[in-house]
């Protein structure tokens, strides 16, 4: 690495373009909501910057309060199940034969070519009432039906019509969602570490006796904490700022922060107080990535002597 | 199976439960994309059981005058904001990769920034942003996309920069060293050494950049003007009076584009790979 000012031109020309980019379409942007958070509306579109705390009070009003644990409750749901149905994914590609890795981490990578809109709308179609899963239901309660018909159990056990099973417009559907949409991002992170793993620490645990559930728990999972931490923020942080997925999935109870700030944008054109709650989010995000830092600090001076 | 070799201890892949794990995840990921792509043949307005081939739906969105205009706005808006992302992605990328300055670590920091925080926050930004500065709305084509490939651009760069600067740092520096005491011009060494090097990284770095501007909803959402059709937003309307097989249709053409886009760009290396081996 060199100083800047061995060729102070070339050091302008690429940082200049990237460091404008992101000054004049991201920080003055966000600079511009942070300020407008302490506005006032005084009109249909216009708002007076009177430094008011009122918009973030009203954040803390019980209605909003509930929407944020709502939205922190089904995120971390939503990575919790992400983080269960991607570890034995990322297991299994990491420790899959040469020939058939790529193939494997190619299926995971591929749903990402499908813009996230048409992901979240194909799930109406397996979701809803006379969708897939009721239907895939709906054919094993016939099955059931048919083998206990013989015994006259049929109409006791199984009662006399199937009922569809409410699986669209609540907050399952939501989770359901975004565990679909986000399940590669959780991948891919715990594949990076576990391909990296050193394997002889397996075989030595194995070696020593101790079963394959605690060799997992024992040591893959510790040596996998780095992708386990960064697959849980990867989801986790879009999963909470969502208002697509809610919106075609979700029901009128299952409202999160996304739906609630999009709204003060558009339909309800109160920008103050929209403003206000994209930095409580933000501050949130802030949060857990303080807390991710610490954790890998905390981590590092461990591993020192 | 049962004839072949016993399964080794880390032979996981071996294990019927993680098969059937695999097979269970890969069957949730990619079973209601097939339905979805079956069902935009489906003869059936109400679209929700089977009842005969057709390609109607197919014909009707091709017919649809705006949904055309959205899907080519929406590969122009994909086009220009790979390229520009791209780019600055990349010199940003070599800026933090050769020099030291002060603001360095600040600049590296505030660049990832764009990556992790809630798009939903860096779309209203961008609209009041957009708003408030009196960016002229109305503006004639292809004009009206600025505001969209701005904000494209403005969430990809910081992903290019990372793949790129990953690559870079598997560099050899002094091989600048020898190809400038051979003589060659600071801006031959550039030209000749340094990104033929980073070629791998800047491919993967655009292939990215388009693969996140044809993903994306939130930003594109936040960002069009009021006569701006872009295909996330129209499929998005459609989708809100109702889930018809000309949803359906529309959206197997957008998978179908991205992929043969992938596949070209991917292909579109490969050559140079070869001219790399064989030279």
Same mark, same amino acid.
């Given at each position: 690495?060199?100083?800047?000012?061995?060729?102070?031109?070339?050091?302008?020309?690429?940082?200049?373009?990237?460091?404008? $980019?992101?000054?004049l379409?991201?920080? !003055?942007?966000?600079?511009?909501?942070?300020?407008l %958070?302490?506005?006032?509306?005084?009109?249909?579109?216009?708002?007076?910057?009177?430094?008011?705390?009122?918009?973030?009070?009203?954040?803390?009003?019980?209605?909003?309060?509930?929407?944020?644990?709502?939205?922190?409750?089904?995120?971390? !749901?939503?990575?919790?199940?992400?983080?269960?149905?991607?570890?034995?994914?990322?297991?299994?590609?990491?420790?899959?034969?040469?020939? !058939?890795?790529?193939?494997?981490?190619?299926?995971?990578?591929?749903?990402?070519?499908?813009? =996230?809109?048409?992901?979240?709308?194909?799930?109406?179609?397996?979701?809803?009432?006379?969708?897939?899963?009721?239907?895939?239901?709906?054919?094993? $309660?016939?099955?059931?039906?048919?083998?206990?018909?013989?015994?006259?159990?049929?109409?006791?056990?199984?009662g006399?019509?199937?009922?569809?099973?409410?699986?669209?417009?609540?907050?399952?559907?939501?989770?359901?969602?975004?565990v679909?949409?986000?399940?590669?991002?959780?991948?891919?992170?715990?594949?990076?570490?576990?391909?990296?793993?050193?394997?002889?620490?397996l075989?030595?645990?194995?070696?020593?006796? @101790?079963?394959?559930?605690?060799?997992?728990?024992?040591?893959?999972?510790?040596?996998?904490?780095?992708?386990?931490?960064?697959?849980?923020?990867?989801?986790?942080?879009?999963?909470?700022?969502?208002?697509?997925?809610?919106?075609?999935?979700?029901?009128?109870?299952?409202?999160?922060?996304?739906?609630?700030?999009?709204?003060?944008?558009?339909?309800?054109?109160?920008?103050?107080?929209?403003?206000?709650?994209?930095?409580?989010?933000?501050?949130?995000?802030?949060?857990?990535?303080?807390?991710?830092?610490?954790?890998?600090?905390?981590?590092? %001076?461990?591993?020192?002597? | 199976?049962?004839?072949?070799?016993?399964?080794?201890?880390?032979?996981?892949?071996?294990?019927?439960?993680?098969?059937?794990?695999?097979?269970?995840?890969?069957?949730?990921?990619?079973?209601?994309?097939?339905?979805?792509?079956?069902?935009?043949?489906?003869?059936?307005?109400?679209?929700?059981?089977?009842?005969?081939?057709?390609?109607?739906?197919?014909?009707?969105?091709?017919?649809?005058?705006?949904?055309?205009?959205?899907?080519?706005?929406?590969?122009?808006?994909?086009?220009?904001?790979?390229?520009?992302?791209?780019? =600055?992605? @990349?010199?940003? +990328?070599? +800026?933090?990769?050769?020099?030291?300055?002060?603001?360095?670590?600040?600049?590296?920091? #505030?660049?990832?920034?764009? /990556?992790?925080?809630?798009?939903?926050?860096?779309?209203?930004?961008?609209?009041?942003?957009?708003?408030?500065?009196?960016?002229?709305?109305g503006?004639?084509?292809?004009?009206?996309?600025?505001?969209?490939?701005i904000?494209?651009?403005?969430?990809?760069?910081p992903?290019?920069?990372? !793949?790129?600067?990953a690559?870079?740092?598997?560099?050899?520096?002094?091989l600048?060293? #020898?190809?400038?005491?051979?003589?060659?011009?600071?801006?031959?060494?550039?030209?000749?050494?340094?990104?033929?090097?980073?070629k791998?990284?800047?491919?993967?770095?655009?292939?990215?950049?388009?693969?996140?501007?044809?993903?994306?909803?939130?930003?594109?959402?936040?960002?069009?003007?009021?006569?701006?059709?872009?295909?996330?937003?129209?499929?998005?309307?459609m989708?809100?009076?109702?889930?018809?097989?000309?949803?359906?249709?529309?959206?197997t053409?957008? =998978?179908?584009?991205?992929?043969?886009?992938?596949? /070209?760009?991917?292909?579109?290396?490969?050559?140079?790979?070869?001219? @790399?081996?064989?030279?």
């Amino acid at each position: 690495m060199e100083s800047w000012r061995a060729q102070p031109a070339v050091f302008w020309a690429f940082v200049l373009p990237g460091a404008l $980019w992101l000054l004049l379409f991201f920080f !003055v942007p966000l600079g511009l909501i942070w300020v407008l %958070a302490f506005g006032e509306r005084v009109g249909p579109v216009e708002v007076e910057i009177t430094w008011t705390l009122a918009n973030y009070l009203a954040v803390f009003d019980p209605v909003y309060v509930g929407l944020f644990w709502r939205s922190l409750w089904v995120a971390t !749901v939503a990575t919790l199940v992400a983080l269960i149905m991607g570890l034995p994914v990322a297991l299994a590609v990491s420790f899959a034969p040469a020939r !058939v890795k790529p193939i494997l981490l190619l299926l995971v990578i591929l749903p990402f070519w499908t813009n =996230i809109l048409i992901r979240t709308y194909a799930m109406i179609a397996v979701l809803r009432s006379r969708g897939f899963v009721n239907f895939g239901l709906e054919y094993l $309660w016939l099955l059931g039906k048919a083998f206990l018909m013989p015994f006259g159990l049929d109409e006791i056990v199984m009662g006399e019509r199937f009922e569809p099973l409410t699986l669209l417009y609540n907050n399952t559907a939501v989770i359901f969602g975004i565990v679909y949409v986000y399940l590669p991002f959780m991948v891919l992170p715990l594949y990076a570490t576990l391909d990296r793993l050193d394997r002889s620490l397996l075989e030595a645990s194995l070696d020593l006796g @101790a079963g394959q559930i605690r060799t997992f728990f024992s040591i893959i999972v510790p040596l996998a904490k780095p992708g386990i931490v960064s697959g849980i923020i990867l989801v986790f942080i879009p999963a909470l700022g969502t208002f697509l997925i809610s919106d075609l999935l979700g029901g009128t109870d299952s409202l999160l922060i996304g739906n609630v700030i999009e709204r003060q944008f558009k339909a309800a054109n109160h920008w103050p107080l929209g403003s206000a709650m994209s930095f409580v989010l933000l501050y949130i995000t802030f949060a857990i990535l303080a807390l991710r830092a610490w954790l890998i600090s905390r981590e590092e %001076a461990r591993a020192r002597p | 199976m049962l004839g072949r070799n016993p399964i080794g201890p880390l032979e996981y892949t071996r294990r019927l439960w993680l098969r059937l794990w695999l097979l269970a995840v890969f069957v949730f990921l990619y079973a209601p994309i097939v339905i979805l792509v079956v069902f935009s043949f489906n003869d059936s307005r109400r679209n929700i059981v089977w009842q005969g081939f057709t390609t109607d739906y197919y014909v009707r969105a091709a017919q649809n005058a705006s949904l055309i205009e959205a899907f080519g706005n929406s590969l122009i808006i994909a086009f220009v904001s790979t390229i520009l992302s791209t780019v =600055i992605g @990349a010199l940003l +990328a070599l +800026a933090l990769w050769r020099f030291r300055f002060p603001g360095r670590a600040g600049l590296d920091g #505030a660049s990832a920034l764009p /990556i992790v925080i809630p798009e939903i926050c860096m779309g209203v930004a961008l609209l009041v942003f957009f708003n408030r500065i009196g960016w002229p709305t109305g503006m004639p084509w292809p004009l009206n996309l600025a505001p969209i490939i701005i904000g494209h651009v403005a969430f990809s760069f910081p992903f290019v920069a990372v !793949v790129v600067r990953a690559r870079m740092a598997g560099f050899d520096r002094s091989l600048e060293e #020898a190809s400038k005491d051979l003589g060659a011009s600071e801006w031959q060494t550039f030209w000749n050494v340094t990104v033929p090097f980073m070629k791998p990284g800047l491919i993967a770095g655009s292939l990215l950049a388009m693969t996140l501007s044809l993903d994306d909803f939130v930003i594109t959402f936040f960002t069009s003007g009021p006569g701006t059709l872009t295909f996330p937003v129209q499929v998005y309307s459609m989708v809100r009076f109702g889930a018809t097989p000309e949803v359906n249709a529309a959206s197997t053409v957008l =998978i179908v584009v991205t992929i043969l886009l992938t596949i /070209i760009a991917v292909r579109w290396q490969r050559p140079d790979k070869q001219a @790399a081996e064989l030279g």
